[in-house]
């Protein structure tokens, strides 16, 4: 038996061929028949091209049936996915290509003069083009293409994809994941999300993000579920598909959306079972109006690059506004302090993780990989956590986003919920800036609600946490803006923060 992660993938679609796959904004439909048979074509394509197992594929290209064929067709040819953010300029390609070594390349026909020279100068032998319509050199003559009939066999611990880190404390690092990563986490999705037949997801998030790609994708798939497969979320298109759904993945800024039109009513998902939300951290004001105006409560869950899906919230049971759940079936977790000490309930350290969704280690970067994982197999995640008494877990922020102010640790997570809690404050991000006096100091950005904001003040909304948290957990300086920097997942870049009000605190003296 094939540890390759298509040869499941095949046993489905062969079981629902007439069935469809993926249902497109402009009325096409692709079946679970045709996803096979362009799937087989790309494939023998792509072995036409020199691709061998074991060789690197990159992908830059418009979400598609066409770019998730090609997903597929990797593995079925025995090659490594390598995902790409189709924001990616060609200084950030340019790494990509020189530290992964794909085979070849393939990206928009728009972008492919920019691009193939900054490829071909990092090694790579070919370079071919896909658009979001299927054109493309890739694609020429494919129906003259004989598909590719058996599926190359892979070990289910050979090398599925390398997704890259965002790379905000460096350059990014590819996470290598398995087969076995990738088939094992789907499978566990399967079983505790309930997937059962019948089930369609509405799917509007980007391929090249292990959300929309493994979590999303993988996970229909394996059901043999319809997708309504949307180029990119737009709250009004959801709204109207909603009722032919059963099953939404979404970042929370997607259900803010939703939640600010007035025909987003209960009627609208009254054919849903299942909203789930990821990638960033659902604000529980946003849990909490949602579930008052649909009356679902949203499944939140936790995962990264690394690991996949680590928990969830239960699909049967409470599902806790600000927590993330328990760990998935045969995933373990614990919260440590920096030695790897395992510490106590309620109290906050670095959650670690072991299971078979871990990956493999990062890309030509053993000494890395080897720093982040402790000698009983548990990786460092990162993320500051707790674990509460009944289980559940609450990731309270990335390590690297702790701010030392004077000696004392202040988990932004903290300030943030009591500042989003006041009247007025529609979401905020509280980061750290240098302090000559104490390390750090305590710096946030609030976004008023709409009309609200001649309501705000700095000293008033300084003075409304003060009550509430200690001092030296209290921002010293507090800006307003519009909206928050965010990157493609929904995810608030404190990166950008940090750097944009570096020199807040200059000459700040002894507080």
């Given at each position: ?317 409470e599902r806790r506004p600000g927590t993330v759940g328990f760990p998935l079936p045969d ?181």
């Amino acid at each position: 038996m094939s540890g390759n992660l298509y040869a499941t993938f095949a046993e489905v679609f062969a079981e629902h061929r007439d069935r469809p796959a993926l249902a497109l904004a402009d009325g096409g439909v692709w079946s679970y028949g045709e996803l096979a048979t362009e799937v087989g074509r790309l494939a023998r394509r792509l072995q036409d091209l020199g691709v061998e197992p074991g060789d690197r594929v990159a992908v830059q290209v418009a979400k598609s049936p066409w770019a998730l064929a090609i997903y597929l067709a990797c593995f079925k040819a025995g090659a490594i996915y390598l995902p790409l953010n189709t924001g990616y300029t060609a200084a950030e390609v340019a790494y990509f290509a020189g530290d992964a070594t794909p085979r070849v390349f393939v990206c928009d026909p728009d972008r492919a003069a920019e691009l193939a020279p900054v490829v071909e100068g990092q090694g790579v032998p070919r370079v071919v083009t896909l658009d979001a319509d299927g054109r493309g050199s890739l694609t020429e003559a494919l129906d003259r293409v004989s598909p590719l009939d058996a599926t190359v066999p892979r070990a289910p611990d050979d090398i599925a994809a390398i997704c890259y880190t965002s790379g905000t404390t460096g350059r990014p690092k590819g996470a290598m994941l398995s087969h076995w990563n990738l088939e094992s986490n789907a499978r566990a999705l399967h079983r505790i999300w309930g997937f059962r037949d019948g089930d369609v997801l509405l799917h509007a998030l980007p391929l090249f993000h292990v959300h929309g790609l493994f979590v999303a994708s993988n996970t229909a798939l394996l059901n043999g579920s319809k997708m309504l497969f949307l180029p990119r979320f737009d709250a009004a298109t959801a709204i109207r598909l909603l009722p032919d759904a059963t099953v939404m993945m979404g970042v929370p800024t997607y259900y803010v959306r939703l939640l600010e039109r007035d025909d987003f009513t209960a009627a609208v998902t009254a054919n849903m079972r299942l909203f789930v939300s990821g990638s960033a951290p659902l604000q529980p004001e946003t849990w909490r109006q949602f579930k008052a105006r649909t009356g679902h409560g949203i499944l939140e869950r936790y995962g990264m690059t690394e690991a996949g899906m680590i928990t969830s919230n239960p699909l049967d049971g409470e599902r806790r506004p600000g927590t993330v759940g328990f760990p998935l079936p045969d995933v373990e977790v614990r919260v440590c302090d920096g030695d790897g000490r395992a510490l106590g309930r309620d109290e906050i350290g670095i959650l670690e993780v072991r299971g078979p969704n871990l990956f493999h280690g990062y890309w030509n970067k053993p000494e890395k990989t080897a720093e982040e994982f402790r000698a009983d197999g548990f990786f460092i995640t990162g993320d500051n956590a707790k674990i509460d008494a009944d289980g559940y877990v609450h990731i309270v922020g990335r390590a690297k986003d702790l701010i030392v102010s004077g000696g004392y640790n202040v988990y932004p997570k903290e300030v943030e919920l009591v500042l989003d809690a006041i009247d007025g404050v529609k979401e905020s991000a509280v980061f750290g800036a240098p302090h000559a006096d104490l390390g750090e100091g305590v710096a946030a950005v609030v976004v008023p609600e709409p009309g609200r904001e001649a309501e705000l003040s700095e000293a008033g909304l300084i003075r409304a946490v003060r009550e509430q948290l200690a001092g030296y957990k209290t921002p010293k300086r507090l800006f307003f803006a519009e909206d928050l920097p965010r990157n493609t997942m929904g995810k608030v870049q404190k990166q950008q923060l940090r750097e944009d009000h570096a020199t807040i605190f200059d000459g700040a003296g002894r507080v």
